[in-house]
Structures are given as C-alpha cells and as structure tokens.
C-alpha cells in the first residue's frame, strides 16, 4: 500500500436518490463497534488496543485511560479505512477528566483528527503521528487564557496560508476558547489538494491551501527539525517534499488526555457531475465519471 494515495477521488458506494440537493451524508462510526477502523499505537502491532485506550460506549468512540499508571509515550490513532479527497467531515467532540500521568505538559485537554493522512498500515512500528494534516482540539485550561481550537498542525507536512508556505508546526485558528466537558461540534471542507476549511460552532475559523509533503532538510522555509523526533524517516519522504497531498485517510487522536468524539459523519463530494445521470448531485465538487449510473 502507498504512503499516501495519489487517486483523485476514492469513496464508498452509495444510494441512488432522485433528488440532487438531497446530502448523502456517511456514516463513519456504527455507534457498536470499531468496524472499518484500524488502531495504531507507536510500538506496537496494528490493531492492538493497548490497555483497551479505545472504548465504544453511548454510542461514542471514547479515548480513555483508566488501565494507564503512566502514558509511556503511547501516541495512537484509529484510521477510517477509507480514504477520501473531496468532502465534508463533521463530529462532535468533548475533553473529559484529568490528564493521564506521564503526558506532556502540551498534551493537556490536546487531541486532533489527521486528514489527508497516510494509512494506518504505512506508520513506521515506533512512529508517533502519522504524516497528515491535523485539525487541533483543544480546550481551555484553568488559568482562563484565550487557547482557541481547530487550529492545523502538519506532522510531516506544510500548508500554504494567503501566498506564503508555512512551515510552523502548529497555526492558530481564531476560534474562541471552550472550557470544561462541554461539547464542541466542528466541521472540516476538504477540497483534494487544493484547500481545507475549518468551522467551530458554524463560525469559519481557518482556512488554508496546496497541503503538501514537507521538507525533510533544512530550506529557507524550514530549519530542520521533527522528522526523526516523531519517529519519522526522513529519507522514506524526502523524494516526496513539495508534493500535493489529494487525498488520504481519517484519524482520531490519543495523546493523553481523555476525550469522546461522536455523530461523525462524512459528505463526499467526488462523485457523477453528469446532469443526464441517475446519481448526479448538485454539490458534486469533483466529477467521478466512472460512478455515473443511467
């Protein structure tokens, strides 16, 4: 399997409906089981729920760390098995508790969901995030400071923000700031390669454009720095550098604190943009000519 897929639009089958402004939303999580998913934890095996960190409950995929005495650096993220390139991504999320012992101080009430990610089956064994652009949660902390959420970090990756590439890790959104327990609905649009729009509460807080794979030695842009740090290996991407990510998978992110993500849920928009079609809608973005149905 590629690193990272380079098909313009890949999606799962759907219904045929009559109506073309009818949204054909997917769902990504059953409410039962963790079916279509794969869990990666850095040093272990695919599909191994380490100190069972992945709980599904109440119709929530629950990250949690009561088997935990210590985090031992157990970064992990659970991948949707399909990749998409153009769609709507939507879910609920919420910080529960207290950190677990052991995780860093940036860690705290600190999660994301990994787009444009390379599977689950890629990851390196002792790799810490995958390559992907990550839609940062984050909550507020007690000292009642602004610490807005959906911000975009790029573990192995860059974005271009107005006309200007931007190698900062992580770049602020201008959300407001969320405290407690409370829940918090948030929605990605992701348009291919081309740009990935976040909202918080139906307030566009980011966007960006040209997601791409970072450089793995020093430029004028980027000093040098992460790769090896996040159990990266340069050299398997450094041919890749500057590359346009299209497309790629869907992660949830565990790195210390206790979250709950629910009602995730997923519009593609790749699909048949003939008007002659059965299956043609009218929020198509990427035409799919070989999904047409007459």
Same mark, same amino acid.
């Given at each position: 399997m590629s690193l990272i897929s380079i098909l313009s639009c890949k999606s799962e089958k759907k219904k045929v409906s009559k109506n073309i402004d009818a949204e054909e939303w997917i769902s990504l999580f059953n409410g039962k089981d963790l079916s279509n998913w794969t869990i990666k934890f850095t040093g272990e095996d695919l599909n191994h729920n380490y100190k069972e960190t992945f709980v599904v409950k109440d119709s929530m995929i629950s990250i949690q760390y009561d088997n935990y005495e210590t985090f031992n650096n157990k970064f992990a993220h659970i991948y949707y098995n399909t990749p998409y390139s153009y769609y709507k991504l939507k879910f609920d999320y919420r910080f529960t508790g207290e950190q677990t012992e052991g995780g860093s101080h940036w860690n705290v009430r600190n999660s994301g969901v990994m787009l444009h990610s390379q599977s689950a089956e890629s990851n390196a064994y002792h790799q810490n995030f995958p390559v992907s652009v990550e839609l940062q949660l984050l909550g507020g902390l007690k000292n009642n400071g602004e610490r807005p959420t959906a911000n975009v970090c790029t573990p192995g990756t860059a974005v271009v923000i107005g006309d200007t590439i931007n190698y900062e890790h992580c770049i602020s959104s201008n959300s407001k700031t969320y405290f407690g327990d409370q829940w918090v609905?948030?929605?990605?649009?992701? !348009?291919?390669?081309?740009? !990935?729009?976040?909202?918080?509460?139906?307030?566009?807080?980011?966007?960006f454009k040209l997601p791409q794979i970072g450089a793995t030695i020093p430029n004028k842009h980027y000093k040098g720095k992460n790769w090896k740090a996040w159990g990266m290996n340069p050299d398997t991407w450094k041919v890749k550098a500057g590359e346009i990510i299209t497309e790629g998978y869907i992660s949830l992110q565990a790195e210390s604190h206790p979250i709950d993500f629910k009602n995730l849920k997923l519009l593609d928009l790749c699909g048949c943009k003939d008007l002659k079609a059965k299956n043609f809608k009218s929020y198509y973005a990427k035409n799919k000519p070989e999904s047409c149905v007459y």
């Open positions: 609905h948030a929605e990605a649009i992701v !348009m291919g390669g081309e740009s !990935m729009t976040f909202i918080v509460e139906k307030d566009t807080v980011l966007s």
